[in-house]
């Protein structure tokens, strides 16, 4: 089914003019996303004094971010990110300026905090989606591409580790408000950057028709998506409530998940460095396939630590299928679509995490704990058999050779 791939390596990658230069700057601007989800509550709630306002405006928040990146990617795919994505990103950077500078006291309005919250969420540049469908015109053949969406998706991965960790290191010489203003600078500097990169396209010639996304060949992957965000999301709360049944201490529970980072991590660069023979879609129905038959089964361990292994093992199809996934959706799409279709993934992933989180908190109370693990694990199993039953996804759309950049503005 596969091979092994020899070369190129993922340094292969980077060392492709202006790659290392411009996915620093996404990564930089994309670490905001990662910042803000713990900065945000925690400023809402010292300034309110309300968990229950800040799951509100926690909640805006999210709802803008996701329902509405499909419509920005939209925007970024017909003007080009170079027109787009830096108005946003002061946009963005100013309205959570706004939210730190409403929050860095208690007394704050609560309506005008939850206002500020929802219009920030609004105008979130999708620095993801852009970067990712920059890999594919950067990258010389799908070998390559495919070692960049891997090492690309293991890096988001850390983002998401390391965010909430420089918060926490922050909260301990500034109040929680100061998390919020680091996440409007990190994302503004960053796009900044990104969009001062030679490597990106120039501005998109006007035309009177607007290009949509194939439907029929992204489907499967958004579907997928939304069955991994749910299973994931359901994850935390689990192993919260598993650590709770058997009196283990909470504070165990961060390096449990951290196993299923690090699962996640690991099987993202092993299926970069293979050579897949297997079609996209069939990849990814097998890959979520897995990830569910290994969570449904964690909620049989006998103990903490054995699950910390199981939930590993399972991490270790998470990167896997959210990279192929990405793959199927940038071979659906043309190339006047290719950044919506990115983003319609991601919003598969964080709609399912909305649902997931819910879910598992209204059956946890109700249900036997492993039998919330098999259901968890039974939503990606089923997304996965829906994607599989669907007929073929139309060829890969080949990318336009990148035009070379000058070497002297490559940077390490």
């Not at 949509?212 to 689990?238: D, H």
């Not at 996965?384 to 990148?402: D, S």
């Amino acid at each position: 089914m596969s091979t092994p791939l020899s070369r190129p390596s993922y340094a292969a990658v980077l060392r492709v003019p202006q790659a290392r230069r411009t996915f620093s700057a996404a990564l930089t601007a994309r670490l905001s996303y990662a910042t803000v989800g713990l900065a945000m509550p925690l400023s809402v709630t010292a300034a309110t004094g309300s968990w229950a306002v800040s799951g509100v405006v926690l909640s805006l928040f999210g709802a803008t971010t996701v329902l509405l990146m499909p419509l920005r990617a939209a925007l970024v795919d017909r003007h080009g990110p170079r027109r787009v994505l830096l108005p946003m990103a002061l946009l963005y950077g100013a309205l959570l300026a706004l939210l730190a500078a409403l929050t860095w006291h208690p007394g704050a309005p609560a309506a005008a905090v939850a206002g500020t919250a929802a219009l920030a969420g609004c105008c979130a540049p999708p620095l993801g989606p852009a970067m990712r469908a920059l890999w594919s015109a950067l990258m010389p053949d799908e070998d390559m591409a495919r070692r960049a969406y891997s090492l690309d998706a293991v890096a988001e991965e850390l983002l998401y580790v390391s965010g909430p960790a420089l918060v926490g290191a922050l909260l301990g010489v500034a109040p929680a408000a100061a998390g919020i203003l680091l996440s409007a600078a990190l994302n503004v500097a960053g796009t900044c950057a990104f969009v001062t990169s030679p490597a990106l396209p120039g501005p998109r010639p006007a035309t009177r028709r607007r290009r949509s996304v194939p439907v029929r060949g992204l489907l499967p992957a958004v579907v997928v998506a939304l069955g991994l965000g749910l299973a994931i999301s359901a994850v935390e709360l689990l192993v919260l409530a598993f650590a709770e049944e058997r009196s283990y201490a909470t504070t165990m529970v961060p390096w449990v998940l951290g196993a299923l980072s690090v699962g996640s991590a690991l099987g993202g660069l092993a299926v970069g460095a293979v050579r897949w023979r297997t079609p996209a879609r069939a990849r990814l129905c097998r890959f979520a396939a897995a990830f569910g038959l290994v969570l449904a089964a964690a909620g049989l361990a006998p103990g903490l630590w054995t699950l910390a292994g199981v939930l590993a093992l399972a991490g270790a199809f998470i990167a896997p299928a959210l990279t192929t996934a990405y793959l199927l959706a940038d071979e659906t799409a043309t190339e006047e679509t290719r950044i919506q279709a990115g983003a319609w993934v991601n919003t598969g992933v964080n709609a399912g995490s909305s649902a997931g989180a819910l879910a598992a908190g209204l059956l946890i109370d109700r249900l036997p704990l492993p039998l919330c693990f098999a259901l968890a694990g039974t939503a990606a199993l089923a997304t996965a058999a829906a994607a599989l039953g669907r007929t073929a996804a139309p060829g890969r759309t080949p990318a336009p050779e990148p035009t070379p950049a000058p070497a002297s503005g490559e940077h390490g």
